[in-house]
T-cell receptor
Framework: EAQVTQNPRYLITVTGKKLTVTCSQN?????MSWYRQDPGLGLRQIYY???????DKGDVPEGYKVSRKEKRNFPLILESPSPNQTSLYFC???????????FGQGTRLTVV | GDSVTQMEGPVTLSEEAFLTINCTYT??????LFWYVQYPGEGLQLLLK?????DKGSNKGFEATYRKETTSFHLEKGSVQVSDSAVYFC??????????FGTGTRLQVFP
């Protein structure tokens, strides 16, 4: 089954404690991206990757890092989380030039 | 800059009512347009899409037509069901493959 898998689904952490949210896709897609969803703001892109070892900032990259060492994986790293990063995070993938994006189930992060 | 504007919710309807959720966009060039749906506790799923002017996307009884002259992509359904209750996002996709989303519209359908 074609899917994008994120882990964990829920996470509560404390300010400053480094964390990683994993994202994996099994569709051999080149393009992957991370979004955060906040009430009244919709989804905003954090980072994206057009292929292995090629990443770039989206609209709200501050406080986040990503890496793309393998085509299927695109982890999101918060080196020092802060309460304003409390949000619902989605990973998505698509083929290069393809129209449809496939989304993971989401990770609800709370930073206290 | 490029953006998507959709009507604020929640939209509250009785079962079998007619649904319209308005969406307008601002973009340079000719974007592809999408409606995504998010059911409670789930990720976004593509509902329908249109890639050029006058295209009509349709799926599960929902329809939307790409109107270049009014820069709109309104979502419609003739008879909603309780199971259609969800959050609906209008989005555009640029040549860069970046998706730009509207803020989402929550639909609540009551029996």
């Amino acid at each position: 089954e074609a899917q994008v898998t994120q882990n964990p689904r829920y996470l509560i952490t404390v300010t400053g404690k480094k964390l990683t949210v994993t994202c994996s896709q099994n569709m051999n897609h080149e393009y992957m991206s991370w979004y955060r969803q906040d009430p009244g703001l919709g989804l905003r892109q954090i980072y994206y990757s057009m292929n292995v070892e090629v990443t770039d900032k989206g609209d709200v990259p501050e406080g986040y890092k990503v890496s793309r060492k393998e085509k299927r994986n695109f982890p999101l790293i918060l080196e020092s989380p802060s309460p304003n990063q409390t949000s619902l995070y989605f990973c998505a993938s698509s083929v290069q030039g393809g129209a449809e994006a496939f989304f993971g189930q989401g990770t609800r992060l709370t930073v206290v | 800059g490029d953006s998507v504007t959709q009507m604020e919710g929640p939209v509250t309807l009785s079962e079998e009512a007619f649904l319209t959720i308005n969406c307008t966009y601002t973009a340079t060039g000719y974007p592809s347009l999408f409606w995504y749906v998010q059911y409670p506790g789930e990720g976004l799923q593509l509902l329908l899409k249109a890639t050029k002017a006058d295209d009509k996307g349709s799926n599960k009884g929902f329809e939307a037509t790409y109107r270049k002259e009014t820069t709109s992509f309104h979502l419609e359904k003739g008879s909603v069901q309780v199971s259609d209750s969800a959050v609906y996002f209008c989005a555009l996709r640029l040549l860069s493959r970046k998706l730009i989303f509207g803020t989402g519209t929550r639909l609540q359908v009551f029996p």
